[in-house]
């Protein structure tokens, strides 16, 4: 009977596959489709064969007769089974340890990557505040230099009565008999006084037009003013006259003479195919207290301000709005407008009535200046640097609120002057307005 039970376990133990866990089912996918990508566990196939191999040993021990060539041939194959399971355990365990001891190399250089990087971040941060300590040490000892200047200077000037070797207080008499402190003049104002005199005498001079060289069929530029040269010295021995390049090609002649300014307009009347003047730009004036849902006509605008002087039914274009500017959540907007040469002296720092708002008019004196690079003539649209520059530190890779070097010393990008790079007084913006002021007509009515 007990054999039987044996034999009975033996084929049970042998013919029935181990069981294998399997896997949940994956949403949207079959469970026969699903294909298994590590190998099986060979840990219940070891507990089999060692629960086999107990029960069979503990079963002959309380028979008397030997094994059966059966039971041996199972008890071999069990074995087999049992040097498997323990060979793919061990390989088991050599791969988890090199899975470990990888991730534990890739975790120090990690580390350690970041470790470096913070050092590095950390000494920039340290070289940054030991540059802002010295720039604030040296502008405190400036400070300090000058003053004891001053108070040297003072007493050389103002030299103690004997009341100040008394312990009692100076009366009211003697306190304001020594005069009052000279204030320093403020830089920034003479520097925008330098500024408005530079524009105002740009504005007084001649300007000359320019003249745009043009391409004719079978002939070049090269050719054209070669041409436009030879006419030139054979009229006048000395030209005097700037040629200037565009970004797009075109070709720009500028005269610095009223000779050689003469000798261009004829040959542009003559040959107009070569040689076309270029028009002077029309001034602009920004009215500013418009009626955001306003919009500037300049038949209301003549009609309702009879004072300038223009009849409202003239067929000569007067004043063309450009573009709004200001805040745009508000009632009130400004108005930047080009208006006619011949009636620049007109609009220029008046006062007109707009609908029911009173507007005051101004020369429009702005530039365009990227907030990307900070340079003048472009938007940040259309700006090709990729990197911000710091308007107050000039240097590339961050804004002016994330400065370093906020308590130093400014330095412009533009002229590398000790100011911030929006200051309206910069040498390089006023070299732009002049230059846009060259470039436009203000007419004879100024």
């Given at each position: 009977m007990a054999d039987s039970d044996s034999e009975n376990m033996d084929t049970d133990l042998?013919?029935?596959?181990?069981?294998?866990?399997?896997?949940?089912?994956?949403?949207?996918?079959?469970?026969?489709?699903?294909?298994?990508?590590?190998?099986?566990?060979?840990?219940?196939?070891?507990?089999?064969?060692?629960?086999?191999?107990?029960?069979?040993?503990?079963?002959?021990?309380?028979?008397?007769?030997?094994?059966?060539?059966?039971?041996?041939r199972n008890m071999f194959v069990m074995l087999t089974k049992l040097d498997t399971a323990v060979h793919d355990l061990v390989m088991a365990n050599l791969k988890c340890q090199s899975q470990l001891e990888e991730a534990r190399r890739s975790s120090e250089i990690c580390v350690s990557a970041a470790v470096a990087q913070f050092g590095a971040e950390l000494r920039l941060r340290e070289a940054a505040h030991e540059q802002t300590l010295e720039a604030v040490v040296a502008r405190y000892a400036e400070k300090e230099a000058t003053r004891a200047f001053d108070v040297a200077e003072k007493g050389i000037k103002n030299p103690p009565d004997k009341q100040s070797d008394s312990k009692e207080a100076p009366s009211y008499a003697s306190a304001t008999a020594k005069g009052t402190i000279d204030r320093k003049p403020d830089r920034s104002r003479s520097r925008a006084e330098k500024r408005n005199n530079r524009i105002k005498e740009a504005r007084n001079e001649d300007h000359e037009p320019a003249f745009i060289l043009k391409e004719s069929p079978g002939k070049t530029v090269k050719d054209v003013r070669e041409m436009i040269w030879t006419q030139v010295v054979a009229k006048n021995a000395r030209p005097m006259c700037q040629m200037v390049t565009t970004k797009t090609g075109k070709t720009i002649l500028k005269p610095t003479d009223k000779e050689t300014s003469d000798v261009l307009k004829h040959l542009s009347k003559i040959c107009p195919s070569l040689l076309q003047a270029d028009s002077l730009r029309w001034p602009r004036v920004i009215v500013k207290g418009v009626c955001s849902?306003?919009?500037?006509?300049?038949?209301?605008?003549?009609?309702?301000?009879?004072?300038?002087?223009?009849?409202?039914?003239?067929?000569?274009?007067?004043?063309?709005?450009?573009?709004?500017?200001?805040?745009?959540?508000?009632?009130?907007?400004?108005?930047?407008?080009e208006v006619n040469p011949t009636y620049y002296g007109k609009f220029e720092n008046t006062t007109i009535f707009q609908g029911f708002m009173r507007c005051s008019t101004s020369p429009y004196e702005d530039v365009t200046q990227c907030h990307l690079c900070l340079r003048y003539g472009h938007p940040a649209a259309k700006c090709n640097e990729k990197d911000c520059v710091c308007a107050h530190c000039s240097r590339k890779g961050h804004k002016a609120a994330d400065c370093p070097a906020a308590e130093a010393d400014p330095t412009c990008a533009n002229c590398r002057g000790k100011h911030n790079a929006r200051d309206k007084t910069c040498s390089s913006r006023t070299a732009v307005l002049i230059g846009r002021v060259r470039r436009t007509d203000y007419g004879t009515s100024k």
């Amino acid at each position: 009977m007990a054999d039987s039970d044996s034999e009975n376990m033996d084929t049970d133990l042998i013919g029935t596959p181990p069981t294998v866990q399997r896997s949940p089912v994956s949403q949207g996918g079959s469970p026969v489709a699903k294909k298994t990508k590590e190998s099986p566990n060979p840990a219940p196939d070891a507990r089999d064969a060692i629960k086999w191999i107990r029960h069979t040993i503990e079963i002959q021990a309380t028979k008397k007769s030997c094994m059966t060539v059966e039971m041996q041939r199972n008890m071999f194959v069990m074995l087999t089974k049992l040097d498997t399971a323990v060979h793919d355990l061990v390989m088991a365990n050599l791969k988890c340890q090199s899975q470990l001891e990888e991730a534990r190399r890739s975790s120090e250089i990690c580390v350690s990557a970041a470790v470096a990087q913070f050092g590095a971040e950390l000494r920039l941060r340290e070289a940054a505040h030991e540059q802002t300590l010295e720039a604030v040490v040296a502008r405190y000892a400036e400070k300090e230099a000058t003053r004891a200047f001053d108070v040297a200077e003072k007493g050389i000037k103002n030299p103690p009565d004997k009341q100040s070797d008394s312990k009692e207080a100076p009366s009211y008499a003697s306190a304001t008999a020594k005069g009052t402190i000279d204030r320093k003049p403020d830089r920034s104002r003479s520097r925008a006084e330098k500024r408005n005199n530079r524009i105002k005498e740009a504005r007084n001079e001649d300007h000359e037009p320019a003249f745009i060289l043009k391409e004719s069929p079978g002939k070049t530029v090269k050719d054209v003013r070669e041409m436009i040269w030879t006419q030139v010295v054979a009229k006048n021995a000395r030209p005097m006259c700037q040629m200037v390049t565009t970004k797009t090609g075109k070709t720009i002649l500028k005269p610095t003479d009223k000779e050689t300014s003469d000798v261009l307009k004829h040959l542009s009347k003559i040959c107009p195919s070569l040689l076309q003047a270029d028009s002077l730009r029309w001034p602009r004036v920004i009215v500013k207290g418009v009626c955001s849902d306003t919009l500037l006509n300049q038949r209301n605008i003549l009609a309702q301000n009879p004072e300038l002087g223009i009849s409202e039914d003239t067929f000569e274009e007067v004043i063309k709005p450009v573009f709004k500017t200001g805040p745009r959540d508000r009632a009130v907007t400004n108005w930047v407008v080009e208006v006619n040469p011949t009636y620049y002296g007109k609009f220029e720092n008046t006062t007109i009535f707009q609908g029911f708002m009173r507007c005051s008019t101004s020369p429009y004196e702005d530039v365009t200046q990227c907030h990307l690079c900070l340079r003048y003539g472009h938007p940040a649209a259309k700006c090709n640097e990729k990197d911000c520059v710091c308007a107050h530190c000039s240097r590339k890779g961050h804004k002016a609120a994330d400065c370093p070097a906020a308590e130093a010393d400014p330095t412009c990008a533009n002229c590398r002057g000790k100011h911030n790079a929006r200051d309206k007084t910069c040498s390089s913006r006023t070299a732009v307005l002049i230059g846009r002021v060259r470039r436009t007509d203000y007419g004879t009515s100024k």
